[in-house]
């Protein structure tokens, strides 16, 4: 996937208005484009994220258009992307060769058979990383080169990549997943996480018919203010006084939003805010807009068997194996890359079902 353009044509639509000087269009500002779509917004009496988005482009190719929702009667023929049921995005790090090497081992296939899940079941797998701040250097070449022996790589043209860069990471993952894949949802994962993807398209196709969903393990956890903590978060003060709590949103190891949620975001990148936290950054771009919060703690099983089984395995002997699990204490499976294996022998779903498409 690398070199690919985030401004992709998307399916045809209808819209209420005649669309005219597509080209002179996209000469427009991302700031302009804006301004162009609260005033229609105004005129035409309502804004969502089902609603038509106008995306501005700076480059001279023809704007993008989007929309969630059908408008009006006048048609406009433009091209496709490839259908899915989910894609399905694994956050990793140009260091991560051995984290990403123990998730190809176990539960993500490889080569022929990653295409055969893409077809059969609609579920698309990549690996996610933007490039270095060094261009053309040592980290940029590894990953081409693995890129070009798996090819299983989604590269983000805008990001450069580092541990403060999560937040933007994620809208740049979400806004560069929807434009190349027509899919119903769209999910981020960490490289440490153990995934049932069987599970994981059932799961989702139960919601598939429903608008504005945003699915994972809910939390209200507390705005950490003392400087230097692991997850802390310079405007702190901006969600209350001392002790406050964050507001609901899904916990960061893995989580999922549907098409028109990942449309919102591609069409309002250039203006959300990112916190500190990607996990909190999500919630807050969605907090205003009609959100399905869809609490569901099969997608936060965890792998350590202090009292008997893990709890992913527990799950699985009972016939409800689990979408995701890892160890809450190191918010990932702790030592990845030397358990995944063993994680994947006691709580992989090995079944021959299909995906309900």
Not at 33 to 47: H, N, P, Q, R, T
Not at 322 to 348: E, L, N, P, T
Request: glycine fraction near 8%.
């Amino acid at each position: 996937m690398k070199g690919k353009s985030s401004a992709v044509a998307l399916d045809s639509f209808s819209s209420q208005a005649m669309i005219k000087g597509r080209a002179a269009a996209s000469a427009l500002t991302p700031k302009l484009c804006v301004a162009v779509l609260c005033l229609a917004s105004f005129f035409i009496g309502f804004f969502s994220p089902s609603s038509f988005f106008c995306l501005c482009s700076r480059s001279t190719s023809p704007t993008t258009l989007y929309r969630s929702g059908s408008v009006g009667n006048a048609s406009i023929r433009i091209k496709q992307r490839p259908k899915a049921l989910v894609v399905v995005g694994i956050n990793t790090a140009f260091t991560s060769r051995k984290r990403r090497d123990s998730v190809r081992e176990t539960w993500m296939p490889r080569g022929a058979e990653l295409k055969k899940l893409e077809k059969e079941k609609g579920i698309v797998v990549r690996f996610v990383v933007g490039h270095s701040a060094t261009p053309g250097g040592i980290l940029e070449r590894t990953i081409d080169a693995e890129d070009e022996l798996y090819s299983d790589f989604l590269r983000l043209d805008d990001h450069i990549e580092g541990y403060r860069e999560l937040s933007a990471k994620t809208k740049a993952y979400f806004a560069t997943a929807v434009s190349l894949w027509d899919a119903d949802f769209y999910v981020k994962v960490d490289d440490d996480v153990h995934v049932n993807l069987e599970k994981l398209g059932k799961t989702l196709a139960r919601h598939r018919s429903k608008p504005g969903i945003y699915i994972g393990c809910m939390k209200h956890g507390a705005v950490l203010s003392q400087k230097g903590g692991k997850y802390y978060e310079p405007e702190f003060r901006k969600f209350g006084g001392d002790g406050n709590r964050y507001f609901q949103h899904a916990t960061g190891q893995l989580y999922g939003i549907s098409q028109d949620l990942a449309a919102y975001i591609l069409a309002n990148k250039d203006i959300l805010h990112r916190y500190a936290n990607e996990d909190v950054s999500l919630g807050a771009w969605l907090i205003g807009l009609n959100v399905k919060h869809i609490n569901d703690r099969s997608l936060c099983c965890g792998t350590t068997d202090e009292v008997g089984l893990p709890d992913c395995e527990s799950k699985l002997r009972a016939g409800n194996a689990c979408v995701a699990s890892f160890d809450w204490s190191c918010s990932g499976i702790c030592r990845s890359a030397a358990r995944m294996r063993d994680v994947h022998r006691r709580c992989g779903e090995h079944s021959n079902s299909t995906v309900a498409r």
